[in-house]
């Protein structure tokens, strides 16, 4: 079952890899938009703060 | 819990005409970082890359490569950065042997670029202007392998001079990424040893490889 997980994880970058560059900067502009919009937001949590999980 | 942040969400987001006619307001101070999605402008990166070819075209660079997250993103798959880092050879002045970024700087606030600290903020992304002073930097600027970005051409470091250059600023997330490099095939390893071995590396890279035998890293449960 990992095998199987971890090598679909492994396809997956594989394919992001392989997408044109113009492609790839349109992700990345997202995964920052993304990281920016949750650092805003105040919702990253300091490390040890909190280990519970709801 | 879905965070609903893309670029669909993002762009109908942009600042908005209130109903009195104001607009958003500019928030002073605050950096672009960190202002809030709806008053930001989503240009994109297409207008930070017109704007470095356009400094070239006027001589204030001159050959340049994107290095850092965004040019590995070239080979790799995609990663999280919120800067462009770009290296530049800078044209001397006549009579003098010394090159200085400040042009770059004045360029760009001339033209209305905002500046935060070290960076020159285009479009939405803040981008660092580095000088490629030594001669690995210089290598990377000069073998920069072309790609076109939504339309613009732009020059990224090769895949090689990016993994030595990680090797040699020898952070976490450097080795991270060399990591990366090898276990996805990105580089030539004949071009990157004799790359290695040109610019005194080659014994730091053995060093790497005894530290990470085999290039495992556990980046597959990411």
């Known amino acids: 079952m990992d095998k199987k997980i971890v090598e679909g994880k492994k396809a997956m ?3 992001l890899a392989s997408l044109s560059p113009t492609e790839k900067i349109k992700i990345l502009e997202k995964l920052r938009d993304r990281s920016l919009a949750l650092a805003a937001a105040g919702m990253r949590r300091r490390p040890g703060a909190n280990n519970n999980k709801s | 819990m879905a965070v609903g942040f893309g670029w669909r969400s993002a762009s109908a987001l942009r600042p908005r005409k209130f109903k009195s006619g104001a607009s958003a307001p500019e928030v002073k101070g605050a950096g672009a970082l960190l202002r809030p999605l709806y ?4 240009v994109g990166v297409k207008e ?3 704007l470095i070819n356009r400094m070239q075209a006027d001589g204030v660079i001159g050959k340049y490569a994107i290095g850092g997250a965004v040019a ?4 790799l798959e995609p990663a999280a950065t919120f800067d462009v880092d770009v290296f530049v050879t800078l044209p001397t002045t006549k009579g003098s042997l010394l090159v200085s970024l400040g042009p770059i700087y004045e360029y760009a606030k001339a033209r209305g670029y905002r500046i935060e600290r ?3 903020v285009i479009g939405d992304w803040p981008v660092q ?3 490629a002073d030594d001669d690995l930097l210089h290598d990377a600027v000069a073998d920069a392998v072309e790609v076109n970005v939504e339309g613009v051409r732009t020059w ?3 895949a090689e001079h990016l993994v030595a250059i990680a090797l040699r600023t020898g952070r976490s997330k450097d080795h ?3 990591l990366q490099f090898i276990e996805q095939d990105a580089v030539d390893r004949d071009r990157l040893n004799q790359l290695l071995d040109r610019h005194g590396l080659t014994a730091r890279w053995r060093e790497f490889e005894a530290k990470y035998p085999g290039g495992e890293h556990g980046q597959e449960d990411r």
């Open chain 2, 176 to 178: 991270l990424r060399i």
């Open chain 2, 129 to 131: 202007f580095l000088s």
């Open chain 2, 48 to 50: 930070t890359l017109e």
């Open chain 2, 118 to 120: 070290e960076h020159i």
């Open chain 1, 13 to 15: 970058r594989k394919h």
């Open chain 2, 156 to 158: 990224v470091m090769p």
């Open chain 2, 72 to 75: 590995a993103t070239i080979y």
């Open chain 2, 39 to 42: 008053l930001r402008h989503n």
